[in-house]
T-cell receptor, first 114, second 116 residues
């Protein structure tokens, strides 16, 4: 089936450790995104990529890093510099980066830092 | 500045009742797009509808309908004859020139609970 796969679904890490969240899509979409969702809040954009080997910071990029070496993959690293990393992380993709194309979302990764 | 307001944090209705979820937006863009997404308990966001700023026609899709009014900057979502499976968090979102490449600016969501 075509779609977006995020893994793992739940992730626990000790404070001060870097952790990488996986996002893979087989929809042949050019654009990919990472959002963060906190309780009672909307989604906030962390990073986005419109094409391979290119990515841009979103509204809350501090403490995060990404790479886009392959079209289908857009991993997100939560670094120790992220002050409050416990959250629900959603990856999305869209056919292009145009404003009128709908985004398709993965099922999310819930990260808990202890 | 972009802003999306979903004033209803939580709504509970009894099955088969109709329910309207409100969405009010602010933007300086002349061309923009409005979206509704559903987030069931499984977590992923499911796309429901996209509407561009030049198309104020209301839309109906089965039990779902959307009312877009530029005069009041609102894009409300109505579910007719609600069902338990409609229980989810619903997000309204805005995309425009100021938000950049398909950057969806989300409201805080409305949690809908349909009671059997």
């Amino acid at each position: 089936d075509g779609g977006i796969t995020q893994s793992p679904k739940y992730l626990f890490r000790k404070e001060g450790q870097n952790v990488t969240l996986s996002c893979e899509q087989n929809l042949n979409h050019d654009a990919m995104y990472w959002y963060r969702q906190d309780p009672g809040q909307g989604l906030r954009l962390i990073y986005y990529s419109q094409i391979v080997n290119d990515f841009q910071k979103g509204d809350i990029a501090e403490g995060y890093s990404v790479s886009r070496e392959k079209k289908e993959s857009f991993p997100l690293t939560v670094t120790s510099a992220q002050k409050n990393p416990t959250a629900f992380y959603l990856c999305a993709s869209s056919l292009t980066g145009s404003q009128n194309t709908e985004a398709f979302f993965g099922q999310g990764t819930r990260l808990t830092v202890v | 500045a972009q802003k999306v307001t979903q004033a209803q944090t939580e709504i509970s209705v009894v099955e088969k009742e109709d329910v309207t979820l409100d969405c009010v937006y602010e933007t300086r863009d002349t061309t923009y797009y409005l979206f509704w997404y559903k987030q069931p308990p499984s977590g992923e966001l499911v796309f429901l509808i996209r509407r561009n700023s030049f198309d104020e026609q209301n839309e109906i899709s089965g039990r779902y309908s959307w009312n877009f009014q530029k005069s009041t900057s609102s894009f409300n979502f109505t579910i007719t004859a609600s069902q338990v499976v409609d229980s989810a968090v619903y997000f309204c979102a805005l995309s425009g020139d100021q938000t950049g490449a398909n950057n969806l600016f989300f409201g805080t969501g409305t949690r809908l609970t349909v009671i059997p």
